[in-house]
């Protein structure tokens, strides 16, 4: 059975970190894509980050360049999103997805 499950999230104050994990089960996912989404109360889901099958960055919001970085453990069959200097506009549920799943999400909340 494929799966993604995401974790990190959490409450935090403005300018502080999180590093956001999605583990993979039921496929090999360092051999496809990834892509981070959100989704802010009231609005749409967004891309945050697509990656190569490589892991290379295809594609960064210009909203988180400078502060979000991808990287993935192949070995743990898992992809994590460093989060730094968060802002009140990051809030939101985190989503990733490979192929044509998705994870359930985890919320992140940045206070002012």
């Known amino acids: 059975q494929i799966q993604l499950v995401e974790s990190g999230g959490g409450l935090v104050q403005s300018g502080w970190s999180l590093n956001l994990s999605c583990v993979a089960s039921?496929?090999?996912?360092?051999?496809?894509?990834m892509r981070w989404y959100r989704q802010a109360p009231g609005k749409e889901r967004e891309l945050v980050v697509a990656?190569?099958?490589?892991?290379?960055?295809?594609k960064l919001a210009d909203s988180v360049k400078g502060r979000f970085t991808f990287s993935r453990d192949n070995a743990k069959n898992t992809a994590y999103l460093q989060m730094n200097n968060l802002k009140p506009d990051d809030t939101g549920v985190y989503y990733c997805?490979?192929?044509?799943?998705w994870g359930q999400g985890t919320q992140v909340t940045v206070s002012s």
């Open positions: 997805s490979q192929l044509s799943y």
């Open positions: 990656t190569s099958n490589t892991g290379d960055t295809m």
């Open positions: 039921g496929f090999t996912s360092g051999n496809y894509g």
